[in-house]
């Protein structure tokens, strides 16, 4: 009888949290020029490419995927305690999710109020789930961050 390949609880770990850093790296790559466009273009309508539009979509689902596995059946695992390390993983959520709110903040208190015309509700709605899946997908992303940050807090004295 042959054994199957069972990845432990810390490989499982590691591979979800690297498809979280490039989902989320890949994410930042791709919006960080449509990030740029809303703020140099105030006021006009952008719009996207279908493949981007798609490849964001595909991003921000894997970053979801990756979150929710995680948070459901694996446990945060880490091999050595450093708190040095555990406040850069902190400070990197944290500063993850500043992206997301400077986005956030540009789309609604700058570029929305800018527009001469606004779009109709439906447009609306499938505009906000968008960005919503994104922020919240930073979110969730800076939230594994800081969990795992805790976790290599070394134990108090």
């Given amino acids: 009888m042959s054994k199957r390949f069972r990845p432990s609880n810390g ?32 006021g006009e309508r952008l719009t996207l ?17 990756c979150y929710w596995i995680r948070l459901g059946w694996v446990t945060v695992t880490v091999p050595f305690k ?22 956030f903040s540009a789309v609604f208190f700058r570029h929305v109020p800018e527009l001469d015309v606004l779009p109709t509700f439906e447009q609306s709605a499938v505009k906000l789930s968008y960005i919503a899946l994104i922020l919240f ?9 800081d969990r795992l940050g805790k976790a290599l807090e070394p134990d108090p004295l």
């Fill in 11 to 42: 490989t499982l770990y590691a591979l979800l949290l690297a498809g979280q850093t490039i989902a989320a790296s890949a994410l930042f790559m791709k919006v960080f020029p449509i990030f740029h466009d809303v703020l140099t273009h105030l």
């Fill in 49 to 65: 490419d279908i493949a981007d539009q798609i490849s964001i979509t595909a991003v921000a689902v894997t970053l979801h995927c």
């Fill in 82 to 103: 450093s708190t040095l390390i555990s406040h850069l993983c902190i400070f990197i959520g944290r500063l993850s999710f500043l992206f997301g709110g400077a986005l």
């Fill in 137 to 145: 997908g930073l979110f969730c992303y800076s939230l594994e961050l």
